[in-house]
């Protein structure tokens, strides 16, 4: 009952800008896949396209291999949670979840019966009279989800479903978003800016960089193995280096090639030995914080860089004391330019 | 501090009434006026009687031309409330070039004073059959500016409204009509109400167009009341006067409870 959905070099141009400028992307049967990227990479375009909201100047929709390009929103099966939810606001929380159904034509009694399990699988208990004004934050964006579901979409699309959640609720609530996509086996694409969400939620992150995507893959992959200096300094912390030979540094890489080398902060020892041959850098420590999981300390090199720092168990560093970095060589990870 | 305050409070409080019985004081003239019971108005009011509320109500030209303006108002407010939502929806939600100009100039019969429309009417009538005379051409004349008001109200109404609203009901499965109907219609409803009180009650109370364009002999309750303050100026005439004034009123109050809701 899964669906596959497959963009085939979308397109969309506003006059001479490119707002997505040609994307191919598969989601396999249930997978939840993540458009990533900074405002204005293209990635809520790409989204709307799938919903039909926004007509692609070029390239194909398909969804199980037929094409929906054309199709107009209401008659593609996707449920879409939006950003603001947008609720409607002068139905009840009950008649906002049954709005697909009856749109549908699905007999009544269905309907109740349907929007009562759904209201149970979302905790809306006892909420199915409110109005949404009447609702907090956490509970419009679960009728929100509801509403979607509750239709049994072929694709799941969300649109920033998380981001007008305070922090602690929108951990607990991704989770949850999670698990019940999974246990529906629901294909999903979904849209945020935030890398953290898409790391702890998704099967695979494709990140999305002026109109493209510029890598593909699954949270680790796309952490430990970025292709390019903008996914790298994009996910996680990075620190970057332009040349294998800067002041006081000689980068020994286990790969060649590469326009620039990535060097994750927590792949970096710091000990008071001297620094001796390659990949070592010595410096004078500046910063030392305390994080509760570990102990951060950056490191001022003589060429003025201050890298990301490593994460240390020890208190041993404090600052203005030299220390020395240190890393292996199969840590530098070369990057593409662009 | 506290007592700056209270200092500006005052002089605000004392500010806002001035204003008000300014706005508000020949109306209250007028109104009570048309309770004295001589045989000419008197302010204040001598005595008391309902005598010219009873010759107003019983009066044909009087009453006739109170039914002749309601239907004509109605007509206007429901007239110009379909075409002004229309343009408004098309206004707000479509881009295409010139649309700033469109809504300025759909916007532009709100500067003119109604009498140089009255008399441009009464110019563009005389050389055209486009439509039969009176009622009709009069209707025509004030939706010139019954669409106009029926727009300052409705767009920023729909500006208000979240678009992606809309498109949740298109993505549950609702045609952009039927998203239109079912979803934003019943967001926009208190400002349809002002926007068709406002309407009807521009209608009701318009002398000009009427006077120049609409027929003698379907004269709504304004003309009735102009004439027979030249001829014969009773308290009669401020009786009706007054009725108008506390339909007006009743109007402004149900569009409040309307939009409370």
């Not at chain 2, 709100?110 to 039969?132: D, E, G, K, R, W």
């Not at chain 2, 102009?226 to 109007?251: E, K, R």
Request: glycine share 8%; aromatic share 8%.
């Amino acid at each position: 009952m899964s669906t596959t959905l497959t963009l085939e070099g979308i397109e969309k141009r506003y006059g001479a800008t490119r707002a997505v400028a040609g994307v191919d992307l598969a989601v396999a049967p249930g997978e939840l896949v993540a458009l990533l990227g900074p405002s204005g990479c293209g990635k809520t375009t790409t989204l709307r396209m799938v919903a039909g909201f926004v007509e692609p100047t070029a390239g194909r929709v398909l969804m199980d291999g037929a094409d929906i390009t054309r199709l107009p929103p209401h008659r593609r099966n996707a449920g879409m949670v939006f950003q603001s939810y947008a609720l409607f606001p002068h139905l009840s929380v009950a008649e906002n979840i049954a709005f697909g159904l009856k749109r549908r034509g699905v007999p009544r009694a269905e309907i109740a019966d349907r929007v009562r399990r759904m209201v149970a699988l979302l905790r809306l208990e006892g909420l199915e009279a409110r109005l949404p004004r009447q609702l907090s934050g956490g509970q419009q964006q679960r009728v929100a989800v509801g509403r979607a579901l509750v239709i049994n979409p072929a694709v799941l699309l969300l649109d920033e479903p998380f981001s007008n959640l305070d922090a602690l609720l929108r951990e607990s609530t991704r989770i949850e978003m999670r698990r019940l996509q999974s246990s529906l086996g629901l294909t999903t694409l979904f849209v945020t800016h935030d890398q953290a969400e898409a790391m702890a939620i998704s099967d695979r992150i494709a990140v999305m960089h002026q109109g493209r995507i510029e890598q593909i893959g699954t949270p680790r992959a796309i952490y430990d193995r970025p292709a390019t200096r903008f996914v790298a300094g994009f996910i996680g912390r990075a620190n970057i280096f332009d040349a294998l030979r800067e002041p006081g540094v000689t980068l020994a890489p286990a790969e060649e090639g590469g326009a620039a080398w990535l060097l994750r902060p927590e792949r970096i020892a710091l000990d008071a030995a001297p620094a001796e041959g390659a990949n070592a850098a010595a410096g004078t420590v500046e910063v030392v914080s305390f994080l509760g999981t570990g102990t951060h300390a950056s490191l001022r090199l003589p060429s003025g860089r201050l890298p990301e720092g490593p994460a240390q168990w020890t208190d041993q560093f404090k600052p203005g004391a030299p220390a020395t970095a240190r890393w292996d060589a199969a840590a530098l990870v070369p990057l593409r330019a662009a | 501090m506290t007592s700056l305050r209270n200092g500006l409070g005052w002089l605000l409080w004392t500010l806002s009434a001035l204003g008000f019985a300014y706005i508000l004081g020949p109306l209250a003239v007028i109104v009570a006026s048309s309770f004295g019971d001589t045989g000419y108005i008197a302010f204040p009011p001598e005595g008391f009687s309902l005598r010219w509320y009873q010759a107003a109500l019983t009066d044909p030209r009087y009453v006739g031309g109170f039914f002749i303006s309601l239907r004509l108002a109605s007509t206007v407010a429901l007239l110009s409330l379909v075409i002004g939502t229309l343009a408004a929806v098309a206004l707000t939600r479509l881009d295409f070039p010139g649309r700033a100009l469109l809504e300025a100039l759909f916007l532009s019969p709100l500067i003119l004073p109604t009498l140089v429309l009255a008399v441009a009417l009464t110019l563009f009538f005389a050389s055209t059959p486009l439509l039969p005379g009176g009622t009709p051409r009069l209707i025509a004349g004030h939706l010139l500016v019954g669409v106009p008001l029926v727009l300052r109200v409705m767009l920023p109404v729909l500006r208000r409204v979240d678009r992606s609203v809309e498109e949740a009901a298109q993505n549950l499965g609702a045609s952009p009509i039927k998203a239109f109907l079912l979803v934003t219609l019943p967001a926009l409803r208190p400002g349809l109400f002002a926007a068709a009180a406002l309407a009807f009650i521009f209608s009701f109370d318009e002398v000009e167009m009427a006077l120049f364009v609409g027929s003698a002999r379907e004269a709504p309750l304004t003309v009735v009341l102009y004439g027979a303050a030249q001829m014969q100026f009773d308290p009669t005439v401020v009786a009706a006067s007054s009725l108008l004034i506390m339909l007006a009123g009743l109007l402004m109050l149900l569009q409040q409870v309307f939009s409370r809701r």
